[in-house]
Every structure is written in C-alpha cells, then in structure tokens.
C-alpha cells in the first residue's frame, strides 16, 4: 500500500499569496485536506478538485472538533495511506498546536513533515506598516498567549520579565483579555502612553486596524466594538504606522467588489482590483460556451482559410476558441501565413501573442468604428474577411466592411450563456453582507444579473455600478439604474481606473 504522509502546512495569515511555495506544493499533492477556521478558503484553489475536504474550525452555532479527535482523523487518513494536508493558519507552532498533532502521528507511527508559515503574529502588524523591530525603536519583540485563563493561580507568563525586558509585544488570541494584559504590563512598569494597536483579519482585505495606547486599550477594545481574531501590539513600533502604512492606504481598499464577468475571462479584472486593494467577490452571471452550431460554421471557415485575406478578432474569447479549433482541425498557425489579422482592442492583441501573431491592425480604442477607421486606408476594396465572433454581436464591423467592398464571413466562435449557478451566492451578498460596487463588462452580465435577482432592483440600493462603456450603461438604464461609473475606454484596465476616480471623487 502507498505510505500516507501528514503536512502540518502554515497556511499563513490569510492573503493567499503569503503561502510558502513548498506549503502550496504539499497542498497539490494532498489527497485530503484538513482546515482551520483561521486557514484562508482562497487556499484551496491549489488542491486537487478531486481531493477530499475536512474542516475541523470553529464556526458559529457548529460543533467544534476536539483537538485530540483532529489529531486522531490526522492520524487514520495517513494510516489510509493518504497525502494529507493539515493547514493551519500563520505558522503551526506559533500556537497552532502543531506540536501536539505530531506526538499523536509519532505515536501511530505515521510519517509527517512540519512546513513553516508566514506568522500572523509578525504580518498582521506588517500589513497595518508596524514593523515588529525597527533600528532605534525596538530591538527586541515576543510573541505570547492573550488567552491564559486569568483565574490560573500562577501565570506561566513572566509578566515582569516582559513588561521590563521587551520592546515590541504581540498578544495573540488577547482580544477578550485585553483588560489583564494591559494591567499586568501596567503594574510591572510599562508606562499607559505605550502606543498599542489591535489589526484584526490581518493581511486580508477586510483588514481592520485600531491605534490606541496601553492605558486606554481596554476601554477602547469595548467602545470600538473589537472583535477577534485579532493581534494586539504594545510597542513604540505602533507610532511608525503613520510613516509606514500601505496596504491599507491603497485606493481600493475596504471596498468589496462583484465581479460579474464569466470566470474565464474575470482573472485578469480579479487580479488588477486585488491589487489595488478592493475584496473582490468572483460572481460570475454569464458563462462561455461552445457555438449553438457545434462548430460547423467554424470548421467550414477553416476549411477554406486559404481564400481569406483578413482575419478579425472581436474579443479575446474569440480568440482563445478560434485556435482550440485550428489545432483541433490538425493545423497550426502557419495555415494563417498569408492573412492580415485585426484586433479590435489591445486585449485581443495581446492574447494574440499567445500565438506568436502579432496583429496588423489595432485601434487604440476598444471599439468596432474605430477597427474600421483604422483597416480602411490598408484595403482595396475587394478582400475576403472572417470574423470568429460570438453570436449575438453588434453588426458595425461586418456591415462597415461591407460597405467598403469587403466579402465578410462572420462565424460563430462562442456564445454567452446565463450562468445561474452562484444565484445564491448573489443574493446572499446582497441580501446580507451588501456591496460597494458591482462591475459589468458587457450588456449580457447586466441582463443575467438581473434575472438572477429577479428584477428586484432594490437589493442594488446603495450600490455603486461601474460600466466598461456607454452601451453596457444603457443596458443598466433598462433597468431604471444609473450607472455612476462608465468608462471611456472600454478595456479592463480602463474600467479599473474609471473605479479608482469614482472611489476617490467620493
Ligand atoms: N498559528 C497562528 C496563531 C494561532 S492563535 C499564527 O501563527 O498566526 C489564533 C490567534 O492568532 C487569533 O486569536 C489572533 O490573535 C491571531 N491571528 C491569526 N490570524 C490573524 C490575522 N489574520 N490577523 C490578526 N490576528 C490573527
């Protein structure tokens, strides 16, 4: 039988991207994956699809998983034989009990590994631009428990020892204690000006962060409604905040974002919002789906490429399904040696490129008047053009070039279909958790959204709509909505920075 093998993984603090390449490499493996209620979900886009999820964490109104009962499942899936991934939030032996599920495996004889993480304790302050040691300031810092039971006759922290000998302090699982820790600090001598700060959900996107002093903490935790989980850091460091704060500065920030586009094509949106700091949610309304006629206009075209003098594309879709089908068809590239290719857009372009083609013709401006604009001086009036396209589409391309003289062949590539299966999803967003800004990359994505919500346009109250251009904003009008965001170019890139002014002209 194949040997089982337990990771205990630090899944990091929560941004995704803090996992270490050897954690994310171990999750690939994993045939079954154990998570924590701290260990973020974002995470499992590195598993197997058909690997098996445990989730052992706390939720609310759920039974929690004794530890002992965890290491045991830990213990019986590496017995199986199995690849098991243990993630954990932060690291797993800055009080993750990490230590205490390897005695259990030791003791049954199953092999693991322990895999380090990115510690909360040191990023959480990191993401609120609190640097744990600072030339200077501090030269020192501890990590310690918040959550020792105050009614234990003898601490097990040197409270003395601490208060006294160490410059930067960072409390985990204290936000409850807040009052004992401050007091005990206070009574070995640490002065109740010591700047402190709490920064709750560190590194995520909903990061929150409180300045305050150690005098003042306890009372603070209770009137600004301070939650767990949460670090609490004691320490001159907490004054550099105001020199060294960036992520939670960035123009997107505290903004929660539905993307509705067909997750497809929505990374690259994704990817640009997460940067600048939005939470995005990937709801994707609309889906990509092969053409109606199951290729046969497609293949015919590809059958006769040879007569085409020009080949258009309208959309990176377009694209992406026109060379599936080429290769598909045995061919290569070189059957499109002797054609003129149009891009509509840079998009289009660059996913060109991906080909190793580089178009002949690309309008600056996303747009079908301004490729026609732009072929117009480059024809003589009597060539043959294919269009792979997706169904439903406006008809300025393929009637312009008609009018020019072109012969235009215009053949299903794609189409757009409704994409009900996060209906749910949406409406409890909207319902219960609300939005800043819903983004709408094309006509279909606001047709789809509303059947989603049933034409309830009230649930969209107070939520700000962001169009990639005019004619997606006339769709919204429909609707008796007004977009107040509407892009002037009709790239992603240009409806992130119509979102960036709109966000900041608030
Ligand atoms: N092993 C974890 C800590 C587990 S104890 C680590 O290394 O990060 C749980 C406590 O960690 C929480 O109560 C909270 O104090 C802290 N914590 C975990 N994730 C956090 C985050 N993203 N932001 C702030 N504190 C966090």
Known sequence: ?????????????????????????????????VGDYLADKRLLRYARPDAEYVYVGKKAGCHTMKQHEISLLLAEKGKEGKIVARLKGGDPFVFGRGGEEIEVLREAGVPFEEVPGVTSAIAA???????VTHRGVAASFAVITGHEDPNKDRSSIHWDKLAGGVDTLIFLMGVGHTALIASQLMKYGKSADTPAAFVRW??????????????????DVVKMGIKPPAAFVVGNVVKLRE?????????????RIIVTRSRSQASRLVTVLDQKGAETLEI???????????????????D????????IFTSQNGVDSFFRRLYQSGRDTRALGHMKIGAIGPATARQLTRHGLHADCVPAKYKAENLLSEMKPLLKGYEKVLIPRAKVARSVLPEGLRDLGC?????????????????????????????????????STVYNLMNQIDGRTDLLKGVTLACIGPITAATCRKYNLE????????TIDGLVNAIEKGVEKK
């Not at 337990?6 to 690939?28: H, Q, S």
């Not at 020199?243 to 903004?255: A, E, V």
């Not at 490429?305 to 020009?310: G, I, P, S, V």
């Not at 977009?483 to 009709?490: E, G």
Request: proline share 6%; with cysteine.
């Open 1 to 33: 039988m194949k040997q089982g093998k337990v990771y205990l993984i630090g899944a990091g603090p929560g941004d995704p991207e803090l996992l270490t390449l050897k954690g994310k490499r171990c999750l690939e493996e994993a045939d079954v994956i």
């Open 125 to 131: 302050p990191a993401y609120a631009g609190i640097p």
């Open 202 to 219: 560190g590194t995520r996107p909903y990061q929150e962060t409180y300045t305050t002093t150690l005098g003042k903490a306890a009372e």
């Open 243 to 255: 020199k060294m704060r960036w992520f939670d500065n960035r123009p997107l920030f505290g903004k």
């Open 284 to 302: 994707p309304t609309i889906a990509i789906r092969d053409p109606s006629d199951d290729f046969k206009g497609m293949d015919e075209a590809l």
């Open 304 to 311: 006769r490429l040879e007569m085409y003098d020009w080949l």
């Open 407 to 443: 012969r235009v062949d215009v053949v299903e590539a794609y189409r757009t279909e409704a994409d009900t299966a996060h209906k749910e999803e949406l409406l409890d967003v909207l319902e219960h958790h609300g939005a800043d800004i819903i983004t709408f990359t094309s006509s």
């Open 483 to 490: 977009p107040s965001i509407i892009s002037d170019i009709y």
